[in-house]
Nanobody, 118 residues
């Protein structure tokens, strides 16, 4: 499985970015898709994920620090996962990784840098 993240960059505080993650497999085969981030000197942390349950019900989960600002979504036809980030803050500066889980196996993308200037 390959996950290719893109869309990072430099943005001013208050701005927006949309991260994209392209999977080389149908994302409906994954139980969970999501985004993590890692800032310099800090541990990698969950930003948002989306869990597919029975009957096509999807649950989304967000870190408290991004609730109301970030939105995770996916396009099953294109095998893409997105992270829309609005009202960005300098504290959001990090390398963002997309991830997918199938059963007990976790897959990671290569990361894309997001830098928010004050």
């Amino acid at each position: 499985v390959q996950l290719q993240a893109s869309g990072g960059g430099l943005v001013q505080a208050g701005g927006s970015l949309r991260l994209s993650c392209a999977a080389n497999r149908r994302i409906l085969t994954f139980n969970v898709v999501g985004w993590y981030r890692q800032a310099p000197g800090k541990q990698r942390e969950l930003v948002a994920d989306s869990s597919r349950r029975a009957s096509s019900v999807t649950y989304t989960n967000y870190a408290d620090s991004v609730k109301g600002r970030f939105t995770i979504s996916s396009d099953n036809a294109k095998n893409m996962v997105y992270l829309q980030m609005n009202s960005l803050e300098p504290e959001d500066t990090a390398v963002y990784y997309c991830t997918a889980r199938q059963g007990y196996v976790n897959y990671w993308g290569q990361g894309t840098q997001v830098t928010v200037s004050s």
